[in-house]
C-alpha cells in the first residue's frame, strides 16, 4: 500500500496525520511537498492535512489549490483514488473544486479549539464504513475559517445523495446544516473540518478518530 501526506508552506497537521495513517496501516506515508509537479506512480491513499497554508492570504486555501501538487491531486482524484482533507485540507479541496461550497469565517469570528461531539451520517463511504449511523463521536476541531456555506440547492443535493459524512452536535462555527464533513459524488474524496488524526491514541484524550483510518486503510488492503 503506498500513502500520500501533501504538505503545503504553512501546514502544520502533515506530521499528525503521517503518525495516524501509519499507526492504522503500519506503513509510513510518502511525504510529498507542494511544489513538487508529480506524485509518486501507484498512490492507494492522499491525505491534505490542516494548518495555514501560506497563511491563509487571500482565502483559507485558495493559494495552496494553485499549487503545482494539485493538478496531479485532482487527477488522481478523478481517477478514484481516496482523498482526505482535514481542516485547511477540507479548504484546499472547496477551493480547487473536488468539494463543493466554501469555508467561511467562524460565526462569532474567533479561532476555536476544543474537542467537539459529532454525528456520524453517512457510513456508506470507506472512510465512514467504521461507524455506525447516528454514532456520536468526539474529535477535536482547530480552525477560524470551518463555516461551512453553499446555496441551498447545494445543500439539498449533499443531503439527498448521501454525502453528508459527519454534522455538528454543537455548532459552535455557523455551518449551514450543522455540516462537519462532507464527500464527493463519487464518494473517494472526504473534506472535514474537525481533526481525526488527533484522536488516535489515548494519550490524545480519545481514540475516535482511528476508525476512520482503519476503515479506509483496511477496505483499500482487501480490494
Not at 129 to 146: K, L
Request: proline share 5%.
Amino acid at each position: 500500500m503506498k500513502l500520500a501526506v501533501i504538505t503545503f508552506p504553512g501546514s502544520n497537521c502533515d506530521r499528525d496525520m503521517a503518525v495516524a495513517l501509519e499507526r492504522a496501516s503500519g506503513v509510513a506515508p510518502v511525504r510529498v511537498w507542494h511544489g513538487d509537479s508529480e506524485l509518486p506512480a501507484n498512490l492507494d491513499f492522499i491525505a491534505l492535512p490542516g494548518g495555514f497554508s501560506y497563511g491563509d492570504y487571500l482565502r483559507s486555501g485558495a493559494m495552496a489549490a494553485n499549487s503545482p501538487i494539485m493538478r496531479a491531486v485532482i487527477a488522481e482524484a478523478k481517477r478514484g483514488v481516496p482523498v482526505l482533507g482535514v481542516c485547511n485540507g477540507f479548504q484546499i479541496l472547496t477551493e480547487s473544486g473536488l468539494l463543493p461550497g466554501a469555508l467561511m469565517r467562524n460565526a462569532r469570528q474567533t479561532f476555536i479549539c476544543r474537542t467537539v461531539p459529532l454525528e456520524v451520517v453517512e457510513t456508506g463511504s470507506l472512510f465512514t464504513a467504521g461507524y455506525t449511523a447516528g454514532q456520536t463521536i468526539h474529535i477535536p476541531v482547530a480552525h477560524h475559517d470551518g463555516n461551512y456555506f453553499a446555496d441551498e440547492q447545494t445543500l439539498d443535493r449533499l443531503e439527498g445523495d448521501g454525502r453528508v459524512a459527519f454534522r455538528y452536535l454543537a455548532n459552535a462555527n455557523g455551518s449551514q446544516r450543522n455540516i462537519a464533513g462532507i464527500l464527493n459524488a463519487s464518494g473517494n474524496v472526504l473534506g472535514m473540518m474537525p481533526h481525526p488524526e488527533r484522536a488516535v491514541d489515548p494519550a490524545h484524550g480519545g481514540t475516535d478518530g482511528l476508525a476512520l483510518f482503519k476503515a479506509a486503510l483496511e477496505r483499500l488492503a482487501t480490494a
